[in-house]
């Protein structure tokens, strides 16, 4: 039997649910309105400890439980869950000291879970695009080609193919992209699938990482652009809260002339069965016997039509 392919377009779809579906007012600054709270909150009180911030264990396992619940990764094989478990390692490990903060080294806080989602996201896609089958801990990822499993590699042409979706996420490209790979690929032509994606999504997350400053009271080099791409960040989530509203108004209306057209259905329905009763027998005067008087054919006998027992 084949090794079944995780369905990270789905996966990240429904991550990417999660969190445009809790956009609040202030955006930037990872606020939210309902379920990435909830989610919080269920996750941090898994091992009854409640302690404000995410364990690896507690993260890993609300988001499975959440995915299996939406995707098919609820039918999925050991293999399947695995990699995505490993995924969702990878992610934490990624975001967990992503935002400065007063909470634990090795526990997420409200806003890197935040990030960490957005890091799963663009993850996925990149899992996606590049056909992973298998993530395991301490291997590189995985595909399957011919039916035996290789690493995958990242080459100039796959770079330049995914440069679109990694532009779209923020990160600022410049040049030709076979400089720009030679450049990245240190002049190898080729490089692993798990270095590739560990500079594309911390690029993409570069804007929430401390500012660093050359000396006391002098700001980083980088600030300007880093302020810039937070400006972008900060309107790229008001566009999509703006497209989530639209998205809920659009289910109210749809409702709405659901519920109108089926009230017009009933309706249509009632006056259908209030005509035929009007013109039922008992209503138009129908012999006591209850037979119609016959008709005969045009050109037929007198003797054709019937007569119906009693009548004459």
Known sequence: MPQEVPAWKDYGRTIKTIRKSTLGKKS???????????????????????????????????????????????????????????????????????????????????????????????????????????????????????????????????????????????VSITGRPNDVFAELSKGAGKMGFDAFAHWALQASLDFLAPEESTSPGEPSPDAEKRKARAMKYKKEMEKEEKEAQLEREAKQKMAQDMEELAAKSAAALQSSRDALKARSPSSRGASPTGYYLPVAEVGASPSSLAKPPGLW
């Not at 939406?70 to 094989?77: E, V």
Request: charge should be negative.
């Open 28 to 170: 930037s600054s990872f606020e939210s309105m309902s379920e990435l709270d909830e989610l919080f909150a269920g996750f941090d009180g898994a091992d009854k400890t409640g302690k404000g911030t995410l364990s690896l264990g507690e993260v890993t396992k609300g988001l499975i439980v959440e995915l299996k619940d939406r995707t098919r990764l609820k039918n999925s094989d050991n293999l399947v869950v695995e990699s995505v478990e490993e995924a969702i390692r990878r992610g934490f490990h990624a975001t967990k000291n992503l935002i400065p903060g007063d909470g634990r080294a090795d526990q997420l806080e409200h806003d890197e879970f935040r990030a960490m989602l957005i890091y799963m996201e663009r993850f996925f896609e990149l899992l996606q695009f590049f056909k992973v089958v298998e993530l395991e801990k301490g291997k590189p990822a995985s595909t399957k080609s011919g039916g035996d499993e290789r690493p995958v590699f990242v080459y100039d042409k796959e770079f330049a193919q995914c440069l679109p979706m990694i532009k779209a996420w923020g």
